[in-house]
């Protein structure tokens, strides 16, 4: 398998035991960092989920141009803390909706000031906000004891939760495509292997697909088809290793939402690696991915995996810039200390750019 990765590089990055990235690039030239702006565009947000002992999450938001970084930027413009262990941020009809799962909150915000206008709670551990139309918005969430999991149906007028629909364990991300929401059921604190999918006018569920196990990260392409990644069964004996019997390796899937069809199914060779974090470029033509301790990008018109090598290094999650020449990794350490976001060049594979932004940052938003 490490041979046909070699044979598929397109450049390597390697990274040294004990040395960061900021002591041996940019040590002469840290990129200022400011508290306070007018308005958020031109960048990107950068949700950073804090540690687990304290109410340490926070937003950030970086600018393309010379890299100004705003940390802590939620807290800055409302003089009140963003919450503990925020997931997601996302934007619909010119709002932003801020997914807090430590207080099981949404909060909400003009998307360009960030200035707060509601918050809306009676969540349950809640992952990630979808807008479905100007009055309504779905919420995933996986329940107070991580088992229950369900979607919230939001009503954006009242800024209430209506219903909640029943669905697969570990409620995660989701897409609407056809009128549909398609949900990954990610497992949760166990394994599951279904999308479910939604009626976005009845707000009823329709089905379960049957898929891999553990679906994680979901995208749509440039003709409208739905891909899913999923991280597969990972089972492991008393010494850490794994179980081939009773493990599934991780899959890759696209779904025809108009027919419904699973188009293709691309299982992973190797077994112990759990891919996860695809995403897209702007024109939706090139998915990337993580799986171990690589990048891969898929073309979205091939019914086969390509395993088409990025980059190598150790990352958390990983974001396609807007303008499709850029891939964004982030770096959280220990998620007890500030973590990460390094920016490479797609074309060459050099570093760009590098931002310190707050404890943990797991999610991005390119505005």
């Known amino acids: 398998m490490f041979t046909q990765h070699l044979t598929h590089f397109k450049w390597v990055v390697f990274f040294l035991t004990g040395l960061s990235i900021a002591s041996c690039q940019f040590e002469d030239e840290a990129p200022p960092e400011q508290s306070s702006f007018d308005d958020y565009i031109d960048g990107y947000f950068v949700v950073n989920q804090g540690s687990d002992l304290n ?12 890299n100004i970084i705003l940390n802590t930027i939620y807290q800055d413009k409302n003089q009140l803390a963003l919450g503990k262990n925020p997931q997601s941020i996302s934007v ?37 906000f979808l807008g479905i139309s100007d009055t309504k918005g779905y919420v995933s969430q996986q329940g107070a004891d991580g088992t229950n999991s369900s979607i919230a149906v939001v009503d954006l007028v009242s800024q209430s939760v209506s219903k909640t629909i029943p669905v697969g364990m570990g409620a995660s991300r989701m897409v609407l495509a056809d009128g549909k929401v398609f949900l990954c059921n990610s497992g949760g604190l166990d394994d599951n292997n279904t999308l479910s999918i939604i009626n976005s006018s009845t707000d009823s569920k329709e089905s379960d697909m049957i898929l891999g196990y553990n679906p994680n990260s979901i995208v749509k392409d440039k003709n409208g088809k739905v891909w899913v990644l999923c991280g597969g069964k990972k089972v492991y004996d008393a010494d850490g290793d794994i179980i081939p019997t ?25 077994l112990e690696n759990a891919p996860r974090s695809l995403c897209t470029n702007n024109p939706n033509q090139t998915l990337y991915y993580i799986s171990g301790n690589y990048i891969y990008s898929q073309d979205a018109d091939s019914d086969n995996l390509d395993e088409e090598t990025v980059l190598l290094g150790n990352f958390y999650s990983i974001g396609i810039g807007p303008n499709s020449e850029s891939v964004f990794v982030t770096k959280p350490g220990d998620f007890s200390s500030r973590g990460n976001i390094i920016q490479y060049s797609l074309s060459t594979g050099e570093v760009e750019n590098q931002s310190t932004v707050g404890i943990g940052p797991i999610d991005f938003l390119f505005r």
């Open 55 to 66: 109410e340490t999450g926070s937003l950030s938001f970086v600018y393309y141009d010379d």
């Open 92 to 128: 619909h009809n010119n709002k932003a909706y801020l997914v807090v799962g430590g207080d099981n909150e949404v909060k909400i915000a003009d998307a360009i000031s960030l200035i707060r206008e509601a918050w809306i709670s009676g969540f349950e551990n809640p992952k990630y």
């Open 246 to 270: 009773e493990s599934t390796p991780g899959s890759l899937h696209r779904i025809n939402p108009s027919s419904m069809d699973i188009e293709t199914t691309m299982e992973f060779a190797d």
